[in-house]
């Protein structure tokens, strides 16, 4: 799957790009398609405090491993739409990039939420 033609960002616009080498499919988008039974769809720019909270609770992102270089605070990640939830309802929750959040998104995430923790457009 190249790009994101189609794809809607939570605001209703066209997706934009979230990074290089980011997204379920690595296409440097935050899109959802059939495959991502996950929801890969916040483009989330993390934090220490992120990062921190996401190892203690077994989803260690920081740490690099083959093929992944780890993430350190500003770089920008597609987490999972419920992943980003309990975060945020932990106190914990990333600013996003709601231009580059795709819109299934909002299948668990109310957009006023989203809309607290806009970030730095792409």
Avoid at 67 to 93: M, N, Y
Wanted: hydrophobic share 30%; aromatic share 8%.
């Amino acid at each position: 799957m190249a790009g994101a033609q189609g794809h809607k960002n939570v605001l209703g616009g066209e997706l934009k790009a979230s990074g290089d080498n980011v997204g379920f499919y690595r296409n440097g988008y935050c899109m959802v398609g059939p495959e991502d039974g996950g929801n890969h769809s916040v483009s989330a720019i993390v934090t220490e405090d992120f990062l921190a909270y996401t190892k203690s609770q077994g989803n260690d992102l920081s740490t690099p491993r083959p093929g992944f270089p780890g993430l350190k605070p500003g770089d920008r990640w597609c987490l999972c739409a419920t992943r980003w939830k309990e975060a945020e309802q932990a106190g914990h929750g990333p600013q996003i990039d709601l231009e580059a959040t795709d819109e299934a998104a909002l299948r668990s995430i109310d957009i006023e939420l989203l809309k607290k923790y806009a970030g730095g457009s792409t």
